[in-house]
């Protein structure tokens, strides 16, 4: 093993390593030795990551063995690395988010009793996170997948004693479980029919793929194969209809919602669908299909952030919105976008999470928007930065999000495929969808009237099933300013600024949040920064049209100042701040005027109930059916109880020719010799 190979091998390592320590030695270590331990190791894979980008950028790639596990039928299981501009960006990204998190969290979780616990979790699911994205064959990206979705089973429920809590990461398994069943399957038949699951040897198939169908049914291979692995990216970057368990997954603490749905698990997914566009652009149906999911989650999951009270939840469906707008990239062939764009959300969206939990901890622990108000005053730092990261989500021009979403409105704009029309309304609507539910939060708690210390009836008693779900202590512990009937601000109290481990990491998130988006689109978008790692096929020109009209990323921004999408992102402000600090009284009456449609929306198109209604209820049933006939009639009545019957029946049977008495003995020899006579006399 050559010693670039063990730089490799240690950035997955090293949080392994913090994550064994914290977890089985943490009552040893105590609370200072497991966060150190932590934040070293995932500090360690960050300065690693550092070294193999500038590797790579010097053109020094990696796809190779490290270890030979087993042979199956020809089959080879192995664990190997592909270091390539698409792994390094990923690793990047994956390190430094998570370092801040990881530093984050020391203020955040500073009294919980499980400390040491949730560090251990976090680093695990960084090595998870890293295994994922530098594998180089199908069984690793599996093993990686798993983890990822195990580890982030662990964190939701971080607070066990919680009902609400054991709910939102059953249902997080359960919704994963079902993407999983389509993503092996589309592993099996890569295995079946390519004889390999090595990614660099699968790719050299693809076009002998293409030409086969699946025996009995006539299907094209190439297309199942594309849509059971698409079905996988469905359950883990929560797409329509698998997107369920990502809101409930708030319960959870923030440095968790920051992990999971910024810059990890949930853009596994893309990751996925981006590094086998070999595959996929050899299917039109399969882009067809990831075209027309994407724009529907872009668009209806954007609606319901408008109508939801609890900060964290904002953002999480802001989340949801915003990997529709990366899975519609991926559609129209722009995986390049569609990678950039989950670069540049990875640090806003961890911004904004981070910015949540930091106005939570100023709160006192209340996540109810409509207790807040005018905190600018007193929480600078926060403000800023999440002023900051609200920019950047929608899209506005210098800010990072601005390049990536822009490109791909563009992207989708120039695409002839099937769906395309339908997804560019989504995608476009979805902008003034987003700048609205953005600065309604914003509004809502940084301006306005200070609304903290005297609660209103509706937010304190009558406010939906969610707020209900909120109202805990995010710690899961009594702190000096409130029992657990209390939460929130006493009356009189006044918020404060987060301590400066809290703060810290989001100026550090606020500054790519801004910035990286002008200096990496060149490189990253219109040059070759993944030339060789990201195909597209001839006829799939849209990023080659965007590539010809780029004159730069300050031109681009100064075009964008006139374009559609920025006249639809400043009329979602301007409307934001009329309905929440100009006339406030106005948003109860639009939302009793059209109750139906906010009804809809509160229960979240009723997907929820649905699921309730048709899958568990006929899980339940069949449960049911199998314990009552299965269990109780068959197996216990028949099986068991009706064997014990027979032998006990047979038995008493038994008992009558067994009395004592020598004359009945008689009796029975004398009728059982009369009946074997004639027995023979008829036979003769």
């Not at 004889?195 to 025996?215: D, Q, W």
């Not at 194969?225 to 809101?247: D, N, R």
């Not at 040059?527 to 080659?544: L, N, P, R, S, T």
């Not at 409307?575 to 929306?601: D, K, Q, T």
Request: with cysteine; glycine share 10%.
């Amino acid at each position: 093993m050559t010693g670039m190979q063990k730089l490799y091998l240690l950035v997955p390592l090293a949080p392994l390593f913090g994550a064994i320590m914290a977890g089985l030695f943490g009552k040893i270590i105590g609370r200072r030795g497991a966060h150190t331990v932590t934040i070293a190791g995932v500090a360690t894979a960050f300065v690693l990551s550092v070294l193999i980008f500038q590797d790579v950028q010097a053109g020094n790639t990696f796809n190779g063995t490290l270890y030979h596990w087993a042979s199956s039928g020809g089959l080879d299981l192995e664990v190997g690395f592909m270091i390539d501009s698409l792994t390094v960006m990923m690793m990047l990204v994956v390190t430094f988010v998570s370092l801040m998190v990881h530093i984050y969290t020391i203020g955040y979780m500073a009294e919980d009793p499980g400390y040491q616990r949730f560090f251990s979790y976090i680093s695990l699911f960084t090595f998870s996170m890293l295994m994922l994205v530098m594998s180089n064959n199908f069984l690793q990206l599996f093993f990686g997948w798993e983890a990822v979705g195990l580890v982030s089973y662990l964190l939701i429920g971080f607070w066990y004693t919680r009902p609400t809590a054991i709910f939102a990461n059953l249902k997080a398994f359960l919704v994963n479980r079902v993407g999983d069943f389509g993503f092996l399957l589309g592993i099996g038949l890569i295995a079946a029919f390519a004889g390999t699951l090595n990614y660099t040897e699968v790719f050299a198939k693809a076009g002998e793929l293409a030409g086969m169908t699946i025996p009995e049914t006539g299907w094209p291979l190439i297309t199942a194969i594309c849509i059971g692995l698409f079905i996988g990216a469905m359950g883990k970057s929560a797409q329509v209809p698998l997107h369920v368990w990502l809101p409930d997954s708030m319960e959870g603490p923030t440095p968790i919602s920051a992990l999971i749905h910024a810059a990890t698990m949930v853009t596994a997914g893309i990751f996925m669908v981006a590094r086998m566009s070999p595959l996929f652009e050899l299917s039109e149906t399969a882009l067809s299909f990831v075209l027309i999911i994407g724009a529907t989650t872009a668009l209806f999951m954007g609606f319901l952030g408008i109508v939801q009270h609890d900060i964290k939840r904002v953002v999480a469906y802001s989340t949801l919105s915003q990997l529709g707008y990366m899975t519609v990239a991926l559609g129209v062939s722009a995986y390049s976008a569609a990678v950039f764009h989950l670069m540049t959300h990875a640090f806003f969206k961890a911004l904004l999470f981070l910015g949540a939990g930091s106005v939570i901890i100023g709160m006192h622990h209340d996540q109810d928007m409509r207790n807040m108000g005018g905190l600018w005053k007193y929480m600078p730092v926060t403000w800023i930065t999440s002023l900051l990261g609200s920019l950047a989500l929608i899209g506005f021009p210098f800010f990072s999000g601005f390049y990536s979403k822009d490109t791909i409105i563009e992207a989708v704009q120039l695409s002839e495929l099937y769906g395309s029309g339908y997804a560019y309304f989504c995608v476009i609507a979805g902008v003034f969808v987003t700048a609205f539910y953005s600065f309604r939060m914003y509004f809502l708690v940084f301006h306005g009237e200070e609304r903290f210390g005297k609660a209103h009836e509706e937010a304190v008693h009558g406010h939906d099933a969610h707020a209900d779900e909120h109202a805990h202590d995010e710690h899961g512990h009594d702190d000096e300013h409130h029992d657990e009937h209390h939460h929130g601000l006493a009356p009189g109290q006044k918020p404060h600024e987060s301590p400066w481990v809290v703060t810290v990491p989001l100026v550090l998130l606020a500054v790519p949040s801004v910035l990286i988006g002008y200096f990496s689109i060149d490189k990253m978008l219109f040059g070759d920064f993944f030339k060789g790692v990201i195909h597209f096929a001839e006829h799939h020109h849209a990023m080659a049209e965007l590539g010809e009209e780029f004159h730069g990323p300050a031109a681009m921004a100064l075009h964008g100042l006139t374009s559609l999408p920025f006249i639809l992102a400043t009329s979602g402000v301007v409307l934001a701040g009329l309905l929440y600090l100009v006339v406030p009284s106005v948003p109860p009456v639009i939302a009793r005027v059209f109750s139906p449609i906010h009804r809809l929306l509160e229960n979240k198109y009723y997907f929820d109930k649905i699921n309730e209604a048709v899958f568990a209820a006929g899980a339940r049933l069949v449960g049911r059916l199998l314990w009552k006939v299965g269990d109780q009639t068959i197996i216990d009545g028949i099986a068991v109880n009706g064997s014990a019957k027979a032998v006990g029946l047979i038995a008493q049977l038994s008992r009558l020719f067994q009395s004592g008495h020598i004359y009945q003995y008689a009796f029975s020899m004398i009728i059982g010799v009369f009946l074997l006579l004639a027995f023979w006399v008829n036979r003769g």
